[in-house]
């Protein structure tokens, strides 16, 4: 599951729902697929992370509860941001399915967080002084703090391929500026499950610019906890 | 022109490549961190500086017995001095660097690796964030580290 595959409920669903037996978390993932939007969208609608959607989806899979919606390569193309088929050069008849669903897929739990040898050693910048920033007036915004995890997720999944994914992460955060960076305390971003909340609104905007920037995206409102 | 994720990619790619044909593929990639104010060193290091297409560095970074284990699985013994611990870091390093310069052309110059033990002889240049990306072996770490100046992004 790379995050851009599609999932709708079931007929099974339907008729087994009523005796269904989840958390609430749960319940709000399941009934978030729609057969639109990604399993990235879908988890940041859902206020879950991309890692805790994974096995959840996994789970819903395995019961027959929801199943992958197949699209077509005009659907695809509109998805990526691409103008019109002629556009690649692909004369390609509608409605072509790109991929069957893949209901047996097997993802493995995503693995601790790396542990740091004490042998290690490393070289410091200078101690995190913040050097003086400019105060802009207080912007009133109706969300709550930026949930970094839910920010890395979503890049990751704008390219579909979580390697890759993570690269394009590195390079958002190479625009990000280390000041604000420092004043927030934030010394590094885990690429998987970090829990840091960014509370500082100079710095949610200095990430949703470079997200814009560098991804070519904006940010969905999903990133942010509820205020 | 910044290089592309995939092209950036490549570095890691080449290193994986080489140290899975070494250890028969038991090389286990853990989660990336992105560092914004340190640089890690473990007791061997590989340091790569890259001009041209993209500015900053690569280093491989490693424990003796992380270059102990690799020196034994190439050349079917166990004994591991100071000079074989640099030898096996050159030679990952120069295989890095090899593959790195077919693949880009002369659009990308790498320096000539620069191997050292516990921390650089001259000062490196902290860069805005680093990529790490951890690896394990039989319970022994080495780190990928890659850090690109801010205009790789523009």
Redesign the interface.
């Known amino acids: 599951m790379t995050g851009t595959e599609i999932y709708k409920r079931t007929d099974a669903y339907e008729s087994e729902a009523r005796t269904i037996r989840l958390h609430a978390p749960q319940w709000k993932l399941l009934l978030a697929y729609d057969g639109q939007r990604s399993l990235a969208e879908v988890a940041l609608s859902a206020g879950v992370s991309f890692a805790e959607a994974l096995p959840l989806t996994e789970k819903f899979l395995g019961s027959g509860w929801i199943a992958e919606q197949p699209i077509t390569l005009d659907q695809y193309l509109k998805r990526t941001g691409a103008p019109d088929i002629s556009a690649i050069g692909a004369a390609v008849l509608p409605a072509v399915v790109l991929h069957e669903p893949k209901p047996d897929a097997v993802v493995a739990p995503?693995?601790?967080?790396?542990l740091?040898?004490k042998?290690?050693?490393?070289?410091?910048?200078p101690p995190?002084t913040p050097p003086p920033i400019s105060t802009p007036l207080p912007i009133k915004t109706n969300h709550g703090p930026m949930r970094l995890s839910a920010v890395v997720d979503y890049i990751t999944s704008l390219?579909g391929n979580t390697?890759?994914?993570?690269?394009?992460?590195?390079?958002?955060?190479?625009?990000?500026p280390?000041e604000l960076?420092?004043a927030e305390e934030?010394?590094?971003?885990?690429?998987?499950?970090d829990t840091s909340l960014i509370r500082s609104e100079a710095l949610q905007k200095a990430i949703a610019d470079a997200v814009l920037?560098?991804a070519k995206r904006p940010l969905p409102d999903g990133v942010y906890a509820a205020a | 022109m910044p290089l592309h994720e995939r092209d950036i990619h490549y570095f890691i790619e080449v290193t994986l490549a080489y140290l899975n044909k070494i250890t028969g593929n038991e090389i286990v990639v853990r989660d990336p961190t992105i560092e914004f104010q340190s640089l890690v060193f473990s007791a061997y290091t590989g340091l790569i500086h890259l001009k041209g297409n993209a500015e900053g560095f690569v280093y491989l970074t490693a424990s003796q017995q992380f270059l102990h284990q690799l020196h034994a699985a190439r050349h079917n013994r166990g004994r591991l001095s100071e000079e074989s611990s640099r030898d096996v870091m050159t030679d990952i390093t120069g295989t890095i660097v090899h593959n790195v310069t077919k693949h880009f052309g002369a659009g990308l110059n790498l320096s000539e690796p620069r191997v050292f033990s516990t921390v650089p002889d001259d000062p490196i240049e902290m860069p805005p964030a680093v990529f790490v990306q951890p690896l394990l072996w039989r319970k022994e770490h080495a780190y990928f580290v890659m850090g690109l100046a801010s205009s790789e992004t523009v």
Do not use: D, M
Request: aromatic share 4%; proline share 12%; hydrophobic share 50%.
């Open positions: 995503p693995s601790p967080p790396p740091i040898p042998s290690t050693i490393t070289l410091s910048n995190a390219v390697a890759l994914g993570q690269i394009l992460v590195y390079r958002v955060f190479l625009r990000v280390s960076l420092q934030i010394a590094s971003v885990l690429l998987v499950n920037e560098v």
